[in-house]
């Protein structure tokens, strides 16, 4: 983990600053936390307060989820929103854009705004389904939100007045593909996305949108990482076994951190938020350090669409 020293809401320190963005982009992309002292990122204390009294026992999906773009709030299962939560959810959303636009400029030219999530309930012994379950380490793919090998950077702030999140991380992607063990995990996960039957099934979902029909449309490479967030959570061994480390971040702090390629666990904690983008493939500083980069050279073929196509290629690399 390396902590944000020279950038806060007011800005950059009297440094330089294009030089200073582009390292913290390259060591988030080489599978670094970046984390952000309370100090730096603050939630106003009456937001805050609007965010704490939700209840966590009206909540009818995994979290609390946000979309920017259109301003709705999913995941409550109450008849109405309490106006004053969703305007400091909306709040949060906007200042973590604007904080990370300021912080990650390489970056937010071309990157996707995605959902903000607020994480109410307590995880330690949360019962969730095993690919649901946040106490086993995993990189995230999102089942409805395909990225087509643009990455997920995700920014997090723990809200609870008194309690660390705890987090558990391994090492990431790359580092792990150079185990032979997890490389083969990898590569499984890479041959079953570019089998026929995949390719067959995602083709039929393309097609299913000409009729009116929408489905996601993903590609190799998201139907592998949807894969191996499962493989992950499913392989016991790698569970036991992996390298790990323990994070604990405290009241008020932020994080930022790409959770497509640092497998990560929540082991306790409560007041979670989050902001997530996608981060575009040009914009990258490391291109050779993603998710995407490995699995394609494990496999030994293109696992992505290009721009302007409808369908992937499928020749090898
Ligand atoms: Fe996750």
């Known amino acids: 983990m390396i902590e944000l020293t ?15 963005a582009r390292f913290y982009c390259e060591q988030l992309e080489r599978g670094e936390i970046l984390f952000v002292d309370a100090s730096r990122f603050r939630v106003p204390q009456s937001d805050r307060a609007a965010l704490l009294k939700i209840a966590p026992l009206s909540l009818r999906q995994k979290n609390i989820s946000y979309a920017p773009s ?3 709030i999913g995941g409550l299962g109450g008849s109405s929103t309490d106006e004053d939560f969703a305007s400091a959810f909306a709040r949060y959303s906007a ?35 095993m690919t649901e379950r946040n106490d086993l380490l995993h990189v995230d793919a999102f089942p409805g939100r395909p990225t087509n090998g643009a990455r997920i950077l995700r920014f997090f702030t723990n809200l609870h007045p008194h309690d660390a999140r705890v987090w558990l991380t391994s090492d990431p992607i790359p580092s ?5 063990e997890y490389a ?31 489905l996601p449309d993903r590609s ?40 497509d390629t640092v497998p990560h666990a929540v082991l306790a904690g409560r ?20 998710p995407l980069a490995v699995i394609e050279r494990l496999a ?4 992505t669409k290009q721009a302007g196509e409808s369908v992937e290629r499928q020749g090898a690399l």
Request: net charge neutral.
């Open 271 to 290: 007041f979670a938020l989050e902001q997530s983008f996608f981060i575009a493939r040009d914009s990258l500083i490391a291109p050779e350090s993603s």
């Open 300 to 303: 030994g073929r293109a696992m």
């Open 6 to 20: 020279d950038y806060s809401e007011a800005g950059w320190s009297n440094v330089d600053a294009r030089a200073r």
């Open 184 to 214: 083969a995990m990898m590569l499984d996960c890479g041959r079953i996305a570019t089998s026929a039957a995949s390719r067959a099934i995602a083709n039929l979902m393309r097609a299913a949108a000409h009729v009116g029909i929408a």
């Open 220 to 259: 190799s490479y998201d139907r592998a990482m949807l894969r191996l967030h499962d493989a992950m959570k499913g392989d016991a061994e790698f569970q036991a076994d992996c390298p790990k480390y323990r994070h604990e971040f405290g009241p008020g702090a932020s994080w930022l951190v790409f959770t």
């Open 176 to 180: 792990l593909a150079a185990r032979q």
């Open 70 to 72: 259109t301003g709705v």
């Open 95 to 129: 200042h973590s854009i604007r904080f990370c636009a300021g912080l990650l400029g390489p970056y937010s030219d071309s990157w996707r705004v995605e959902l903000a999530s607020f994480r109410p309930v307590e995880e330690h012994d949360r019962q969730l389904s």
